[in-house]
């Protein structure tokens, strides 16, 4: 009744086939159309090419979908005033049977309900700057450290805290593996200066990690940072003064709530535009190539 599985998502499931969830706050919230749909039709086939089954996530008249048709993606894509639905979001919109873009967290929180292991993005939410004063921490690490779904991404945006996201990760019990790398990736840009514990080579020292944990019955998440490919970064001087700008208009318009993540994004976007968007749509088929193949790995 509340959850409706894609038969093809069903079947790959039942068969023990993998399967990789994907979200859609990034459909309709974080990219224009007609690029948003073109983005999301092409991590389908991206994930597919890979070797796994896509299942892109969102809430269609208060019913949680996983595994969208394409006709829905494109609603997704074009319809104006499609609610973010995080955690605490879902179960108004579930009751008013209206439609919601799944953040990270619902998207998990969806994907567990259905049974699937592997969920690609882009960036996830974290501990925003001057969290000590506004509690602004998104509900994306929360749900990180109680709902067993791995999440790949491209580390997180420099928006955010990232010093203060990985010592909450940490408290939290949450593993940060980087893909290649030693170094948290920040979206748009490989480094961030910040040291991960562990580097992982491949697909499947991946997935032997997040069988350990949940096989031991350590509950929560997974993150799977894979750094955007070098051709597609931006000069780091140039996107922090970014959003530095971004940040500061923020404040100056006292924005809050669930509204700043989108409100910074928008901005990033705008100031950059042409440059930040092709980058974005790049790093999520990168990360669409490796999440396929670390659920491909989890299943044998
Ligand atoms: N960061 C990005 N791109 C995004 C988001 C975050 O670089 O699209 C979206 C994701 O859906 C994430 C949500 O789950 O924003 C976090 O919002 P908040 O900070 O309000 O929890
Ligand atoms: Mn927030």
């Known amino acids: ?92 919109i579930v009751a008013k049977k209206q439609w919601g873009a799944t953040t990270v967290a619902t998207t998990m929180i969806v994907a567990a309900m259905a049974g699937i292991k592997v969920f690609v993005t882009g960036g996830i939410g974290g501990v925003h700057r001057g969290a000590q004063q506004t509690f602004d921490i998104s509900a994306d690490l929360q749900e990180l450290a109680h709902t067993n779904v791995a999440v790949v991404c491209a580390g997180a945006k420099a928006i955010l805290d990232l010093p203060l996201t990985l010592e909450y990760l940490e408290t939290q019990g949450v593993p940060v593996l980087g893909y290649k790398t030693k170094e948290l990736p920040s979206f748009y840009s490989i480094h961030s200066g910040l040291e991960l514990d562990y580097e992982m ?53 006292g924005v809050h709530g669930k509204d700043v993540t989108p409100f910074l994004l928008a901005a990033v976007k705008d100031k950059t535009e042409g440059k930040s968007l092709n980058s974005n749509i790049q790093l999520v088929y990168n990360n669409a190539r490796l999440g396929a193949k670390i659920a491909t790995e989890y299943c044998k």
């Open 201 to 253: 080579d491949s697909p499947k020292e991946i997935a032997d990690a997040i069988k350990a944990k949940w096989e031991m019955g350590l509950n929560g998440g997974v993150i799977i940072a894979n750094p955007i490919p070098k051709e597609y970064a931006l000069e780091e001087s140039f996107i922090n003064g970014v959003i530095d700008e971004a940040l500061a208009d923020a404040n100056k318009k």
């Open 1 to 92: 009744m509340y959850l409706k599985v894609n038969p093809e998502v069903q079947k790959a499931l039942d068969n023990n086939q993998p399967v990789v969830a994907l979200e859609s706050t990034i459909i309709s919230h974080g990219m224009p159309y007609p690029q948003n749909v073109e983005t999301a039709l092409n991590v389908e086939k991206i994930i597919r090419e890979n070797g796994a089954v896509p299942a892109t996530i969102g809430i269609i008249d208060g019913v949680c979908v996983a595994g969208m048709t394409p006709d829905e993606i494109e609603e997704f894509g074009k319809r104006k005033g499609i609610a973010k639905v995080s955690r605490r979001d879902l179960p108004v």
